[in-house]
């Protein structure tokens, strides 16, 4: 790990990690390869599973015929960890592993091959917490499902856990460790590719308003400072999405994590009216119709998403404020209906209505603010509002410096579209 953070004991929380050193909003404080990293079940036939780059076309493992390579040169570089994971694939067909399943054999690997590097952290898997005493009964049994599988599809390559750590041996606390401890993998876009194993960001503890954010290139992790931080300070990232009360995030996080937040956000609940603002008669039918909505675009049906978000907006529009969390979600939704429709100028007009609530709700510098300004700037350049489309890059250009860094091919691609804009407007100005 980078010599910029250090780990600490964190009061009320336990482990943590601290900045050594001042650190400028911006700045990378460590970067880390995966322990264990393996493609989202969902992504496998559109990501390579070295790489984690998203194509259109790949080639596919002519053995176990589930993973995916850009090219021979990915299948090469893969295949000292996908060899043992291939016999395991094989033997399991037609089924498939779970993502918590493949991650955690994919783990097993690691931690029993010999000759397998593994990166300088600090903290090791052994010292991962499992929760198990604190789970329900339906989750414990949920896990124990999927630790018989484990043993079933470790077979041809195992037989047991005996070669690994004590901490490690049982199959149940093993992959309870695994789902409590380990990262999405995502895109440039915050789109997930794959799950993964970083030991040592697994000290970061969760804050509602954080001061860092975890970036991915491919599946190697780098943390970010999206604010000055002071020596001595503790590093904190979100461990869920925000755009929920605080009500809603403390159930996720209870859930998913085993804890209770008390950030200042929290404690607060200073956006929690916003969150819900207006009266509650108006805005519970877009709360009941959001998973419904959700499950058309997973389908990839647009003009039902599109007309189910339009009548809800409809009912919705006199009564219920646009900070409103559920009417942000629904315009949201409308908004990837419009584009896939390419029905441009009444998703550039959906886009700019969600820019004042992002900025409310996300005040420092995030990926998800820097990705919908983007969004929108595409959407006003393409109708030729270039002026408009410019002053949105930049705002765009702003945040992505920050969140994703300059050197990254998203940064890139803004730079370019900005000077599109720019020689545009040029021309503009000469011919008239």
């Given at each position: 790990?980078?010599?910029?953070?250090?780990?600490?004991?964190?009061?009320?929380?336990?482990?943590?990690?601290?900045?050594?050193?001042?650190?400028?909003?911006?700045?990378?404080?460590?970067?880390?390869?995966?322990?264990?990293?393996?493609?989202?079940?969902?992504?496998?036939?559109?990501?390579?599973?070295?790489?984690?780059?998203?194509?259109?076309?790949?080639?596919?493992?002519?053995?176990?015929?589930?993973?995916?390579?850009?090219?021979?040169?990915?299948?090469?570089?893969?295949?000292?960890?996908?060899?043992?994971?291939?016999?395991?694939?094989?033997?399991?067909?037609?089924?498939?592993?779970?993502?918590?399943?493949?991650?955690?054999?994919?783990?097993?690997?690691?931690?029993?091959?010999?000759?397998?590097?593994?990166?300088?952290?600090?903290?090791?898997?052994?010292?991962?917490?499992?929760?198990?005493?604190?789970?329900?009964?339906?989750?414990?049994?949920?896990?124990?499902?999927?630790?018989?599988?484990?043993?079933?599809?470790?077979?041809?390559?195992?037989?047991?856990?005996?070669?690994?750590?004590?901490?490690?041996?049982?199959?149940?606390?093993?992959?309870?460790?695994?789902?409590?401890?380990?990262?999405?993998?995502?895109?440039?876009?915050?789109?997930?590719?794959?799950?993964?194993?970083?030991?040592?960001?697994?000290?970061?503890?969760?804050?509602c308003r954080p001061n860092c954010v975890l970036m991915f290139e491919g599946p190697r992790a780098q943390l970010r400072a999206v604010?000055?931080?002071?020596?001595?300070?503790?590093?904190?990232?979100?461990?869920?999405?925000?755009?929920?009360?605080?009500?809603?995030?403390?159930?996720?996080?209870?859930?998913?994590?085993?804890?209770?937040?008390?950030?200042?956000?929290?404690?607060?609940?200073?956006?929690?009216?916003?969150?819900?603002?207006?009266?509650?008669?108006?805005?519970?039918?877009?709360?009941?119709?959001?998973?419904?909505?959700?499950?058309?675009?997973?389908?990839?049906?647009?003009?039902?998403?599109?007309?189910?978000?339009?009548?809800l907006l409809a009912h919705a529009s006199a009564d219920v404020p646009e900070e409103n969390m559920f009417k942000l979600r629904v315009?949201?939704?409308?908004?990837?209906?419009?584009?896939?429709?390419q029905l441009w100028e009444e998703a550039a007009a959906l886009g700019e209505r969600t820019l004042p609530v992002y900025r409310k709700?996300?005040?420092?510098?995030?990926?998800?603010?820097?990705?919908?300004?983007?969004?929108?700037?595409?959407?006003?350049?393409?109708?030729?509002?270039?002026?408009?489309?410019?002053?949105?890059?930049?705002?765009?250009?702003?945040?992505?410096?920050?969140?994703?860094?300059?050197?990254?091919?998203?940064?890139?691609?803004?730079?370019?579209?900005?000077?599109?804009?720019?020689?545009?407007?040029?021309?503009?100005?000469?011919?008239?």
């Amino acid at each position: 790990m980078a010599p910029k953070l250090e780990r600490f004991v964190s009061p009320g929380k336990g482990n943590g990690l601290r900045a050594k050193a001042a650190v400028r909003r911006g700045d990378v404080l460590a970067e880390a390869e995966p322990l264990a990293c393996c493609v989202s079940t969902r992504e496998s036939a559109r990501v390579c599973h070295h790489c984690f780059t998203r194509r259109e076309t790949l080639s596919r493992c002519s053995s176990c015929k589930s993973a995916r390579y850009c090219n021979v040169t990915c299948q090469k570089r893969a295949w000292p960890r996908h060899k043992r994971e291939c016999r395991c694939l094989r033997g399991l067909l037609p089924r498939v592993p779970t993502d918590a399943v493949r991650l955690t054999a994919r783990l097993v690997f690691a931690l029993s091959s010999p000759g397998e590097s593994r990166p300088e952290d600090l903290y090791s898997v052994e010292e991962h917490l499992s929760h198990l005493a604190s789970m329900s009964q339906q989750k414990r049994d949920g896990l124990s499902l999927l630790a018989s599988m484990l043993q079933l599809y470790l077979q041809p390559e195992e037989g047991d856990l005996s070669a690994l750590p004590p901490p490690c041996q049982d199959p149940l606390d093993l992959i309870a460790k695994v789902t409590c401890n380990c990262f999405t993998i995502s895109d440039e876009e915050l789109r997930e590719v794959g799950v993964g194993l970083y030991p040592s960001f697994s000290l970061l503890n969760h804050d509602c308003r954080p001061n860092c954010v975890l970036m991915f290139e491919g599946p190697r992790a780098q943390l970010r400072a999206v604010r000055d931080v002071r020596p001595g300070e503790e590093l904190t990232i979100s461990y869920i999405e925000t755009l929920l009360d605080s009500e809603g995030r403390q159930k996720q996080l209870q859930e998913q994590f085993h804890f209770s937040c008390s950030c200042c956000r929290c404690r607060s609940r200073d956006t929690d009216e916003l969150l819900l603002s207006g009266a509650e008669s108006s805005w519970s039918c877009l709360r009941e119709e959001l998973l419904s909505l959700e499950e058309l675009k997973t389908q990839s049906d647009w003009s039902a998403l599109r007309s189910g978000c339009r009548s809800l907006l409809a009912h919705a529009s006199a009564d219920v404020p646009e900070e409103n969390m559920f009417k942000l979600r629904v315009t949201d939704l409308a908004l990837d209906a419009a584009v896939q429709l390419q029905l441009w100028e009444e998703a550039a007009a959906l886009g700019e209505r969600t820019l004042p609530v992002y900025r409310k709700y996300f005040p420092d510098p995030h990926p998800v603010l820097g990705l919908q300004l983007m969004r929108v700037a595409k959407l006003q350049h393409h109708l030729g509002l270039v002026q408009k489309a410019l002053g949105t890059f930049s705002q765009a250009q702003q945040v992505i410096r920050v969140t994703h860094g300059s050197e990254r091919p998203l940064a890139a691609d803004l730079l370019t579209r900005m000077e599109e804009c720019r020689c545009e407007l040029e021309r503009r100005a000469v011919t008239d």
